[in-house]
């Protein structure tokens, strides 16, 4: 099993292409064709982290953040990102991040969070725009179940909770086949009329290139004839942020005192208390301050994040409770989704939480 496996593994669960723009998720350094000896789980990438690694004998490092969000010009060791990449070097290590990407899709780092706190009816607080494509596809009536099944195999027709979406239409489709053609049906230089059906799905735009593969070796015709049509749909299936439901009311102190015991805080910053019940929980791990509006908008008590500005915490006034928990409190439950993922489908493969100190925020 090489290293590859087990990011691709990683990456059916978090593809690279939902994540941010300004991010730089995905392989840092290393080889990945070479054998996975064992992979450390982790929020950051230190030094101390990667001669952890070193001790354990894994040439596997995933982590939530980034090692490198920069372009380098050198490689010195001039600062600790540049340290790290020299020594993973040194010692021929793959150094992978699942960062946006992970934030972003149903099963991520907010749906963890809000497991934690004990919500229902959980569902993405700011789903992802024009992240959809509609693919229409003729195909001849004796082969539509096959195409149909290859495209639904292949990650096309998921709306919501259901799968195998499609709309079928039943008609006639003719065309002439040229000299130098090789039709699958009909004879050359003669017009044909083929009983056809219509085939109308729905997918990701960023699976548009694979799904287009797939659809060309399923279908029995030469030159295919199908559509991509853009969306301006919502896509309640990627996005950022969380909201759901608490299974009965909790007053507002009693609540921070239960997040605080349940993240491990060292402190929990909140803004002036509403006097509301809180019931409705919309948050967003790491710094997630921006989605504050959704979350009033939404009609949250509560708006739960990592991170958040001075003046955040005036803006609110009273329409919803702010409450900062801490960076790394907020996305240290990372390491357990990277576990949950791996462990599943390489149940033997060697898998270690990283025990070092990587909190760089310090409480008295």
């Given at each position: 099993?090489?290293?590859l496996?087990?990011?691709k593994?990683?990456?059916?669960?978090?593809?690279?292409?939902?994540?941010?723009?300004f991010?730089?998720?995905?392989?840092?350094?290393?080889?990945?064709?070479?054998?996975a000896?064992?992979?450390?789980?982790?929020?950051?990438?230190t030094?101390?982290?990667?001669d952890?690694?070193?001790?354990?004998?894994c040439?596997?490092?995933i982590?939530?953040?980034?090692l490198?969000?920069?372009?380098?010009?050198?490689?010195?060791?001039?600062?600790?990102?540049e340290?790290?990449?020299?020594k993973?070097?040194?010692h021929?290590?793959?150094?992978?991040?699942?960062?946006?990407?992970?934030?972003?899709?149903?099963?991520?780092?907010?749906?963890?969070?809000?497991?934690?706190?004990?919500?229902?009816?959980?569902?993405?607080?700011?789903?992802?725009?024009n992240?959809?494509?509609?693919?229409?596809?003729?195909?001849?009536?004796a082969y539509?179940?096959?195409?149909?099944?290859?495209?639904?195999n292949?990650?096309?027709?998921?709306?919501?909770?259901?799968?195998?979406?499609?709309?079928n239409?039943?008609g006639?489709?003719?065309?002439?086949?040229?000299?130098?053609?090789?039709?699958?049906?009909?004879?050359?230089?003669?017009?044909?009329?083929?009983?056809?059906?219509?085939i109308e799905?729905?997918i990701p735009?960023?699976?548009?290139?694979?799904?287009?593969?797939?659809l060309?070796?399923?279908?029995?015709?030469?030159?295919?004839v199908?559509?991509f049509?853009?969306l301006?749909?919502?896509?309640?299936?990627?996005g950022?942020?969380i909201?759901?439901?608490l299974?009965k009311?909790?007053?507002?102190y009693s609540?921070?005192?239960r997040?605080k015991?349940?993240?491990?805080?060292?402190?929990?910053?909140?803004?002036?208390?509403?006097?509301k019940?809180?019931?409705e929980?919309?948050l967003?791990g790491?710094?997630?301050?921006?989605?504050?509006?959704?979350?009033?908008a939404a009609?949250?008590?509560?708006?739960?994040?990592?991170?958040?500005?001075?003046?955040?915490?005036?803006?609110?006034?009273?329409?919803?409770?702010l409450?900062v928990?801490g960076?790394?409190?907020?996305?240290?439950?990372?390491?357990d989704?990277?576990?949950?993922?791996?462990s599943?489908?390489?149940?033997?493969?060697?898998?270690?939480?990283?025990?070092?100190?990587?909190?760089p925020?310090?409480?008295?």
């Amino acid at each position: 099993m090489n290293v590859l496996d087990i990011i691709k593994e990683i990456e059916k669960h978090a593809p690279l292409p939902l994540q941010e723009g300004f991010d730089n998720a995905g392989i840092q350094v290393g080889d990945v064709n070479q054998p996975a000896t064992g992979a450390l789980l982790c929020l950051d990438v230190t030094e101390a982290v990667i001669d952890e690694a070193v001790s354990l004998g894994c040439n596997l490092i995933i982590s939530h953040h980034p090692l490198a969000f920069k372009p380098f010009k050198s490689l010195t060791g001039s600062n600790y990102v540049e340290r790290c990449m020299m020594k993973a070097c040194k010692h021929d290590m793959v150094i992978y991040a699942a960062h946006t990407n992970l934030d972003n899709v149903v099963g991520g780092v907010n749906y963890r969070i809000a497991e934690r706190i004990g919500l229902q009816n959980i569902r993405i607080l700011s789903p992802q725009k024009n992240a959809l494509l509609k693919l229409v596809a003729f195909v001849p009536e004796a082969y539509a179940k096959t195409v149909r099944d290859a495209l639904f195999n292949a990650g096309a027709g998921h709306i919501g909770n259901y799968d195998s979406c499609s709309f079928n239409l039943k008609g006639e489709g003719t065309f002439r086949a040229g000299e130098k053609a090789t039709p699958f049906v009909g004879e050359t230089g003669k017009l044909h009329t083929e009983r056809e059906e219509r085939i109308e799905t729905i997918i990701p735009a960023f699976r548009k290139s694979s799904i287009t593969r797939t659809l060309l070796s399923a279908h029995p015709y030469e030159e295919p004839v199908f559509d991509f049509y853009p969306l301006t749909n919502t896509w309640n299936m990627a996005g950022s942020g969380i909201i759901g439901e608490l299974p009965k009311g909790e007053n507002e102190y009693s609540f921070l005192l239960r997040i605080k015991d349940i993240f491990n805080a060292g402190c929990v910053k909140h803004s002036t208390f509403t006097g509301k019940e809180i019931r409705e929980v919309a948050l967003c791990g790491g710094h997630g301050a921006f989605l504050i509006p959704e979350a009033i908008a939404a009609g949250a008590d509560v708006f739960i994040t990592g991170e958040a500005k001075y003046n955040d915490f005036y803006d609110v006034e009273d329409k919803i409770l702010l409450a900062v928990i801490g960076h790394y409190e907020s996305e240290v439950c990372t390491k357990d989704i990277f576990y949950n993922i791996l462990s599943k489908n390489f149940p033997t493969f060697a898998l270690h939480f990283s025990n070092v100190n990587l909190n760089p925020v310090k409480y008295l």
